[in-house]
């Protein structure tokens, strides 16, 4: 399986910009679809982006689309979400996750995901 770890969270301010990013160890993401979930304690994990293995189709959830882009470099085994026009309800912890399918299509179930890192938290503030 593949190991993956989170970077770049931390505190903005309401409107600001954060761009998370996840490295990849142990297999290429080449074959993966990956995708970005958050949660808030209490709720359930969701789901926030994805991408296909290729990069040639992406996925958002309404809450976030048009203000985060999400993009992969199969090269450097990694993957980003640039988060712009940051709301406090976009406060959580994010995860990147890989599914072990190729194709176009992304899935958003937390169930189709084998692999998870271990999360990096996002704070916006008013």
């Known amino acids: 399986q593949v190991q993956l770890v989170e970077s770049g969270g931390g505190l903005v301010q309401a409107g600001g910009s954060l761009r998370l990013s996840c490295a990849a160890s142990?297999?290429?993401?080449?074959?993966?679809?990956m995708g970005w979930f958050r949660q808030t304690p209490g709720k359930e994990r969701e789901f926030v982006a994805g991408?296909?293995?290729?990069?040639?189709?992406?996925k958002y959830a309404d809450s976030v689309k048009g203000r985060f882009t999400v993009s992969r470099d199969n090269s450097k085994n990694t993957m980003n979400l640039q988060m712009s026009s940051l709301k406090p309800e976009d406060t959580a912890v994010y995860f990147c996750?890989?599914?072990?399918?190729?194709?176009?299509?992304?899935?958003?179930?937390?169930?189709?995901?084998?692999?998870w890192g271990q999360g990096t938290q996002v704070t916006v503030s008013t």
């Open positions: 996750a890989a599914a072990p399918r190729g194709g176009l299509l992304i899935v958003t179930k937390e169930s189709s995901y084998a692999s």
């Open positions: 991408i296909s293995w290729s990069g040639g189709n992406t």
């Open positions: 142990g297999r290429t993401i080449s074959v993966y679809t």
